[in-house]
């Protein structure tokens, strides 16, 4: 007797997530005190495949090739092309703070460990990573 496939039909499934939000600067609030959140998109697994890919570096040392993932890169990539809100691509939110790109302007909202943290949120809750302590046990070795 085969296993039924009817659980795996569309008004079978719950509904898939596409949103997420992290706080990232406990600076920004609004009229009531409370802290905004920046607003993601989920990516499918096509973005994250191209984004693994495009973060891939490849080194030659002594004719062996090694390949690593330039976590760096991958941050960034991951919190611009998903962040919805706030649009670090608006140009008078730009102009407010001197800056010419939506990479620069992030950089200039968060103070350094914010950003650290909102990448790390960012990549777990995108699928990258499955905690912060896989990426850290990986960067060890």
Do not use: C
């Not at 909102?118 to 809750?125: A, F, I, P, W």
Request: hydrophobic share 35%; no cysteine.
């Amino acid at each position: 007797m085969g296993k039924s496939l009817n659980y795996f039909f569309p008004d079978k499934a719950e509904k898939k997530a596409e949103k997420f939000e992290v706080v990232a600067s406990k600076r920004f609030k609004d009229e009531e005190g409370n802290y905004i959140p920046w607003s993601f998109r989920l990516f499918s697994a096509k973005e994250i495949n191209d984004i693994q890919k495009a973060s891939v570096r490849t080194t030659n040392t002594n004719g062996k090739i090694q390949a690593s993932t330039d976590m760096d890169y991958l941050k960034i990539r991951a919190i611009l092309e998903s962040l919805e809100y706030p649009n670090l691509k608006d140009e008078e939110l730009q102009n407010a703070y001197d800056v010419m790109s939506d990479r620069e302007l992030l950089e200039v909202l968060l103070e350094g460990r914010e950003l650290e943290r909102l990448g790390s949120r960012v990549l777990t809750q995108q699928g990258f990573i499955d905690d912060i302590n896989e990426m850290i046990g990986e960067a060890k070795n």
